[in-house]
């Protein structure tokens, strides 16, 4: 089991930057494809990014969720236990909670069935 911490939400203007950091512990962090998702008010949760395990390498493979692309960026460092969300050029339709989760293998999940530990997430909120 992986417990999950997310943090660096806030309130932005349309076109800044934010990054989200996710802090973990366990065993299973090291060798776990690690994502993101979100949730908008009133929508089901969606699939942001993920990133796998690159056996002790930062980096990986990594897959994104169309309206993200080109603007989000995943990493993990993995001496330090950490996941971030780089996202650029906000748009006011990326407001939601964010989540960290750890997938249950490791490869490039997107469904949340495919996670088995979950962060209790971080909002951003991006203003118009």
């Known amino acids: 089991q992986v417990q999950l911490v997310e943090s660096g939400g806030g309130l932005v203007q349309a076109g800044d930057s934010l990054r989200l950091s996710c802090a973990a512990s366990?065993?299973?962090?090291?060798?776990?494809?690690m994502g993101w998702f979100r949730q908008a008010p009133g929508k089901e949760r969606e699939f942001v990014a993920v990133?796998?395990?690159?056996?002790?390498?930062?980096?990986?493979?990594?897959k994104y969720a169309d309206s993200v692309k080109e603007r989000f960026t995943i990493s993990r460092d993995n001496g330090k236990n950490m996941v971030y969300l780089q996202m650029n050029s906000l748009k006011p339709e990326d407001t939601a909670v964010y989540y960290c989760?750890?997938?249950?293998?490791?490869?490039?999940?997107?469904?949340?069935?495919?996670?088995?530990?979950w962060g209790q997430g971080t909002v951003v909120t991006v203003s118009s």
């Open positions: 989760a750890a997938s249950r293998g490791n490869y490039l999940a997107t469904h949340p069935s495919d996670f088995g530990s």
């Open positions: 366990g065993h299973t962090f090291s060798s776990h494809a």
């Open positions: 990133i796998t395990w690159n056996g002790g390498f930062n980096g990986g493979f990594t």
